[in-house]
């Protein structure tokens, strides 16, 4: 008895220590690539599964692909993406809910039993990738044997795709913020090229403004390149003595 609680206790610290190690990591910058990757790696660790994978769902096509995984197995590696709603991912993702199946070779919801018959997959823990209710992926666990997931791996599963989540809000985050200050500054560049282009030619700013946009067109570049262009070249002009 006290052998087995010792065993316990251990993996209850490596699961504590890999938990730490990903929200460590998810609060220094790591590019949400490789965060992904460390989450299916952790999982698989931690868990002892055949293979762990994380999907993230488009959008636009509503369907789940995968995104990162441990496996080296390339018919799974490879698989198709999974329609919102069709397949044990499918129907997570939809229900955002979490589900285990003891054993996918006799489950008619299992789209790929060819490729769980062929990588001997048996049980799957199925979770959800949730940020404010929205489902935006799943975390999958496969294991080799029938396994019954206890309430205390489930919690765990629970976590790693909370920090997943978590991680790819912050990086989405991130994106919009840039996107904005790119647009902003971009906005300045070219209403100063058209203040500029306006005073050399002596017209009015909404006209200077059509020509920076009809160059763009013309030249295949963007407005902010065009714009920088005309910057550029008053500059170099007042350089020049008088």
Do not use: W
Not at 114 to 120: F, G, Q, T, Y
Not at 177 to 203: C, F, H, M, P, W
């Amino acid at each position: 008895m006290a052998k087995k609680n010792k065993e316990n206790f251990e993996i209850y610290v490596r699961q504590i220590e890999a938990l730490a190690k990903v929200a460590n990591l998810i609060t220094s910058g790591m590019y949400v690539e490789e965060l992904l990757r460390l989450v299916v790696q952790v999982t698989a660790e931690i868990m002892n599964s055949k293979i762990s994978s994380l999907m993230l769902l488009d959008p636009e096509k509503k369907e789940l692909v995968v995104h990162a995984t441990q496996s080296i197995s390339q018919a799974y590696n490879k698989k198709p993406n999974i329609k919102l709603g069709e397949g044990i991912a499918g129907i997570v993702a939809r229900d955002n809910k979490l589900i285990c199946v003891l054993d996918l070779r006799e489950d008619p919801r299992y789209l790929n039993r060819d490729i769980a018959k062929k990588e001997s997959l048996v049980s799957l823990a199925c979770v959800p990738l949730a940020v404010k209710g929205r489902v935006i992926g799943v975390l999958n666990c496969y294991t080799s044997k029938k396994h019954e997931f206890s309430k205390n791996e489930l919690s765990l599963l629970t976590t790693l795709a909370n920090q997943a989540a978590l991680a790819i809000e912050n990086a989405e985050l991130d994106l919009r913020v840039k996107s904005a200050e790119e647009a902003l500054t971009t906005r300045k560049l070219v209403e100063r090229a058209r203040d500029i282009l306006a005073q050399d030619a002596n017209i009015l700013p909404a006209e200077a403004y059509r020509l920076i946009q009809k160059q763009s067109m013309n030249s295949r570049k963007s407005m902010r390149e065009v714009a920088e262009a005309i910057i550029l070249a008053k500059e170099i002009r007042s350089r020049k003595p008088a």
